[in-house]
């Protein structure tokens, strides 16, 4: 079976959680294209404060923002698409791809969301959804990954994260703190979910191809 990885991927975690729902499918004889999506303008990172506080509108409005020309494989049979909420709401880039004319590519195929957060995730991911659904996609199966670490633990570590560019954690005085992030447990149930998909979809693929970690 061919899949097409479709995803963004600021900080990687969301990029990470698809390879390693990939590692078992390749195992399993799936073949994988990666595609990032690439906004016109990148959003910088670390985050200037004034420009992260900025940013809210622009999620709320849901129009996303101008992304990149996204050239998708001729033929697909299934779709992991990597998204993430800003301030509860899809992040613009994967708003821009929603709202593009690609989305309808997507028609009449099984999509699997894969949603990376510190947190809240339902309407964010109903937004979505609900885009997802409008463009004709199926939706068999979901996967939320969180940063498991308790609020407000996780808020700081992830606004230092966001606005320094490091791990909190790392630093002498936040070592009381849990690392920034999604845990490896949560990566071991991306692996899970990547066996359970290798289950339920017939493969048909090549078996012995690697996974490429892909930028974005």
């Known amino acids: 079976m061919h899949w097409l990885a479709l995803y963004y ?46 940013v809210a509108g622009e999620c709320h409005r849901g129009e996303g ?22 301030f509860l709401a899809p992040s613009p880039p994967v708003m821009g791809f929603l709202n593009s004319p690609g989305a309808e590519r997507l028609r009449g195929r099984p999509v699997y969301p894969v949603i990376t957060c510190r947190a809240a995730w339902r309407r964010s991911y109903q937004i979505v959804r609900a885009a997802l659904l409008a463009h004709g996609a199926i939706l068999p199966a979901r996967l939320i990954l969180k940063d498991r670490a308790p609020t407000p633990l996780n808020i700081i570590t992830t606004v230092y994260h966001l606005w320094w560019g490091g791990d909190l954690h790392d630093q002498t005085l936040g070592r009381p ?27 048909g693929g090549r078996a012995g191809s690697t996974v490429v970690p892909h930028k974005g």
Do not use: K, M, N
Request: aromatic share 12%.
């Open 9 to 54: 991927s600021q900080t990687g975690q969301t990029r990470r959680a698809l390879e390693e729902i990939a590692t078992p499918l390749v195992e399993a004889g799936h073949t994988l294209d990666w595609r990032a999506i690439e906004p016109v303008e990148p959003y910088p990172f670390p985050w200037p404060q004034r420009r992260f506080w900025g």
């Open 65 to 86: 923002c101008a992304i990149r020309p996204l050239e998708l494989p001729a033929t697909f049979d299934a779709v992991l698409f990597g998204a993430q909420p800003w």
């Open 177 to 203: 703190l849990p690392p920034f992030g999604i845990s490896p447990r949560g990566w071991r149930r991306a692996r899970r979910f990547g066996l359970l998909l290798a289950t339920r979809e017939p493969a």
